[in-house]
């Protein structure tokens, strides 16, 4: 488990960016897969996500994820619900204590969220769609409905597909100058041409910090070169591998 300075000198909540290490997968989802979408033993995903749970000192019952679908959908979380029966969303908030929120990536962007003053906390995933679709943004304003506000909140951006192994083509970065003027600074030249290499962390960390949140921060890991911590999409595909393992992102209010 990997916290962030900004978030852990926060009393009163508990946050972990997860590694695929401490779980109980095996093979090429080894070991602490949460992807309930995956194609993994069922029996094995519930009890990583208990582990999880467990390093937050939260309920393995009240340990909530969503349906994610690279939407900019959130859902506000006032009750827990059973593993894999949740709503369709890519962010949750809540400012129930002790129902931990927990989102999962492999290469895309984990966003978790505190606003310490409201005691309002979030978890976002942002990908490239969701980011671009302002699932950040929607985020910040499903807290501010509890009563948070930007200018108090801290988000911190943990393990995410680095730049310099997110290359794509022509026809993505189309895509984000017609709906993002100013977008080009995220992109730069690739070895091949037509191509460009996006930083997909600076460019959710901007769209934070233009929204007007206090603390924007960035643990600067990245999921495609480090093999033996994380998992990730694009690694397993550049491999021709059959499925790939998720890792979870997760933040709770203690109980008063």
Same mark, same amino acid.
């Given at each position: 488990?990997?916290?962030?300075? #900004?978030?852990?000198? $926060?009393?009163?909540?508990?946050?972990?960016?997860?590694?695929?290490?401490?779980? $109980?997968?095996?093979?090429?989802?080894?070991?602490?897969?949460?992807?309930?979408?995956? /194609?993994?033993?069922?029996?094995?995903?519930?009890?990583?996500?208990?582990?999880?749970?467990?390093?937050?000192?939260?309920?393995?019952?009240?340990?909530?994820?969503?349906?994610?679908?690279?939407?900019?959908?959130?859902?506000?979380?006032?009750?827990?619900?059973?593993?894999?029966?949740?709503?369709?969303? /890519?962010?949750?908030?809540?400012?129930?204590?002790?129902?931990?929120?927990?989102?999962?990536?492999?290469?895309?962007?984990?966003?978790?969220?505190?606003?310490?003053?409201?005691?309002? $906390?979030?978890?976002?995933?942002?990908?490239?769609?969701?980011?671009?679709?302002?699932?950040?943004?929607?985020?910040?304003?499903?807290?501010?409905?509890?009563g948070a506000r930007n200018d108090r909140v801290t988000a911190v951006l943990g393990p995410t597909i680095s730049a310099s192994a997110y290359e794509v083509g022509g026809e993505f970065v189309d895509r984000f100058l017609?709906?993002?003027?100013?977008? #080009?600074?995220?992109?730069?030249?690739?070895?091949?041409t037509g191509h460009a290499m996006f930083d997909l962390p600076a460019y959710i960390v901007g769209r934070l910090r233009t929204a007007g949140v206090k603390k924007a921060g960035n643990l600067d890991l990245c999921t495609?070169? #480090?093999?033996?911590?994380?998992?990730?999409?694009?690694?397993?595909?550049?491999?021709?591998?059959?499925?790939?393992?998720?890792?979870?992102?997760?933040?709770?209010?203690?109980?008063?």
């Amino acid at each position: 488990m990997i916290e962030a300075p #900004d978030l852990a000198a $926060i009393p009163g909540i508990a946050h972990g960016y997860f590694t695929r290490q401490g779980g $109980i997968s095996q093979g090429i989802y080894g070991s602490l897969n949460i992807g309930l979408g995956s /194609d993994d033993d069922r029996a094995a995903v519930l009890e990583n996500r208990r582990r999880i749970a467990g390093k937050l000192s939260a309920s393995p019952e009240r340990l909530v994820s969503p349906h994610q679908f690279h939407s900019a959908e959130v859902t506000i979380a006032d009750d827990a619900w059973a593993p894999g029966s949740g709503p369709k969303a /890519d962010a949750l908030v809540t400012a129930k204590p002790g129902l931990a929120l927990g989102i999962s990536t492999a290469d895309c962007g984990p966003v978790l969220f505190c606003d310490p003053e409201a005691r309002v $906390i979030g978890a976002a995933h942002a990908g490239w769609r969701g980011a671009l679709h302002g699932v950040l943004e929607a985020t910040l304003a499903a807290m501010e409905s509890l009563g948070a506000r930007n200018d108090r909140v801290t988000a911190v951006l943990g393990p995410t597909i680095s730049a310099s192994a997110y290359e794509v083509g022509g026809e993505f970065v189309d895509r984000f100058l017609s709906q993002d003027q100013g977008s #080009d600074r995220y992109f730069s030249p690739s070895e091949r041409t037509g191509h460009a290499m996006f930083d997909l962390p600076a460019y959710i960390v901007g769209r934070l910090r233009t929204a007007g949140v206090k603390k924007a921060g960035n643990l600067d890991l990245c999921t495609y070169g #480090d093999e033996e911590r994380f998992f990730s999409y694009r690694r397993a595909t550049h491999r021709g591998e059959a499925d790939y393992g998720r890792l979870m992102s997760a933040i709770v209010l203690k109980d008063d």
